[in-house]
């Protein structure tokens, strides 16, 4: 059964890449590569995800440079290398192993690992349906949820929290709409202000204009403002 999962992740993972890589230039440079901007302040918006940094001081002002080439290592891993491969395999060991002392002590919840796989699905499908100049074939979407379902389970995320996560999923974009819909909803009751979310917004959003003259950060901040939700703008200040 794990060869039949792996030979399938690795044509969907084909499939995926060829034509993101192809055909979404500007999306992929967003989403795929260095930048996960939005999937980072999206996460950062969840009030318990927020808490949990600042009380482990992961995210303070002398290892944030660190913690965020640590976290792109580490997903550039697991987006970029073939399905099974050493590479593959030893990424999602790295990042099972730094959640998993946390996870068994409930620190992190199940919800807020979901809501962060989703959250990555989510902006895809909305960036793409935005920006790009045509919208993903079904075969795409398909493989966009294969993908993103074998990462969840490879980092060990219950499904029983969506509707077909007991009895299964249809195909990748059952999964991929499933994962979309759990959540938009999550965010209306966990998004909101608190001094944890200002305080990680502000860490993260100094880290995106970090590389601009002084003058140009306050409009580049207002550009990735406007790739955020209302409510997400909200709760990051």
Not at 192 to 199: D, E, R, Y
Request: some cysteine; hydrophobic content about 40%.
């Amino acid at each position: 059964m794990h060869g039949k999962l792996i030979a399938c992740d690795k044509s969907f993972h084909s499939i995926r890449m060829i034509k993101y890589t192809s055909r979404y230039a500007l999306i992929v440079g967003t989403n795929l590569g260095s930048g996960y901007v939005v999937r980072r302040r999206s996460t950062a918006s969840v009030s318990t995800v927020t808490d949990l940094f600042v009380a482990t001081g992961q995210r303070n002002e002398k290892n944030n440079t660190k913690r965020r080439a640590d976290t792109e290592v580490l997903m550039n891993e697991i987006h970029d290398r073939e399905a099974g491969s050493d590479a593959h395999v030893m990424a999602f060991a790295r990042m099972n192993y730094i959640h998993s002392r946390y996870r068994k002590a409930c620190k992190i919840l199940n919800e807020d690992m979901l809501h962060t796989l989703g959250s990555a699905v989510v902006d895809l499908f909305r960036s793409i349906e935005k920006y790009e100049w045509r919208q993903l074939t079904d075969v795409e979407k398909c493989a966009v949820g294969v993908f993103y379902r074998s990462m969840g389970e490879a980092m060990e995320i219950p499904f029983n929290l969506v509707p077909s996560g007991k009895a299964g999923f249809t195909d990748g974009i059952h999964f991929a709409q499933e994962l979309c819909d759990f959540t938009v909803e999550y965010e209306k009751t966990a998004v909101k202000p608190t001094q944890s979310t200002f305080l990680i917004s502000r860490r993260l959003m100094d880290l995106e204009t970090a590389n601009y003259p002084s003058i140009l950060k306050p409009v580049v901040e207002r550009i990735i403002a406007t790739r955020l939700d209302e409510h997400i703008r909200v709760s990051m200040g």
